[in-house]
């Protein structure tokens, strides 16, 4: 019996500490089918998701609020007729859970990804999809450029990776290309990036006029994810204790070998 409680014991701070290290956006608590309906950001221009923090501005100089930087969102409706639909997915539904993010570019700055501590981590993924605003620009018209995306235009995010104030990496990921666009939920590998403290993104079109970019500058983000690897060989290394924890998931250190909470060896 003590030998079952122990390994229960376990198994329950595996799945917990693991929580820790995806960013689902589960923790907000916004009215079912909206857009938050509350500043979710705290002093620091930030809300947490995970181990994540992730920059939000609120301006509302105009009276109402208006979002830049990243909203959580659950709207299941897909039926996009005004900016009011902004923070709609394609699809409507997150990748996992009820809740996802929505990116618009902001000049405000507060739009950035950052680390929690800020201490350098390997990512490992994120999901992506377009909103249901970006689709409307794209298979019907964006209202500053006339008609639909032909085979020739296309729409990019840029993702930069950061270590402190250095620049790691860049991935391009485009969200409409060779007369298709994305309606899905897709997987985002960020491990080209290497070890970073922030991300921070860039939106690109063929679709501009004489002010810029004309395809509204949203993306829908879920499931923001450590790498499993991260920190495994220094902490075989370094750590001398029993227990072991890399990336907020659990393990027994014995003897220079990992094992998971389960028994099985891992390294």
């Known amino acids: 019996m003590k030998k079952f409680y122990f390994a229960l014991c376990m198994f329950l701070s595996v799945n917990m500490f693991a929580q820790n290290a995806v960013a689902d ?23 947490t998701s995970g181990d994540f923090l992730f920059g939000q501005y609120v301006d509302t ?23 009011d639909d902004a923070y709609q997915v394609v699809g409507g ?9 929505v990116w618009y570019a902001s000049w405000y700055g507060g ?19 377009n909103t249901t605003y970006a689709e409307h620009a794209i298979t019907v018209s964006d209202g500053m ?18 270590n402190g104030a250095t620049m790691t990496d860049s991935i391009d990921f485009y969200l409409a290309k060779d007369g298709s666009y994305i309606q899905e939920w897709t ?9 970073v403290t922030e991300l921070s993104f860039a939106m690109s079109s ?38 072991v924890i ?10 220079g070998r990992l094992y998971n909470a389960l028994g099985a060896e891992v390294r």
């Open 25 to 47: 956006f589960e923790e907000a608590a916004i009215t079912p089918d909206s857009a938050n309906s509350q500043y979710l950001m705290d002093e620091t221009g930030t809300f």
């Open 61 to 83: 100089s105009w009276g109402d609020a208006y979002y830049y930087g990243f909203v959580v969102s659950n709207h299941t409706d897909t039926d996009w007729q005004s900016f």
């Open 93 to 101: 539904q997150a990748h996992s859970g009820d809740n996802f993010a």
């Open 111 to 129: 739009d950035r990804v950052s680390v929690a501590g800020d201490k350098a981590k390997k990512l490992d993924c994120f999901y992506i999809n």
């Open 145 to 162: 450029t006339q008609g639909p995306f032909t085979a020739d235009d296309w729409f990019k995010l840029t993702i930069y990776g950061w």
């Open 187 to 195: 997987k985002v590998d960020l491990t080209a990036l290497g070890a």
């Open 206 to 243: 063929t679709r501009n006029n004489s002010y810029g970019m004309t395809t509204p500058a949203y993306f829908c983000m879920d499931d923001l994810t450590y790498a499993i690897e991260q920190g495994l060989e220094d902490a075989i290394v370094t750590e001398k204790a029993q227990k």
């Open 246 to 255: 890399i990336n907020g998931v659990l393990y027994i250190n014995r003897d």
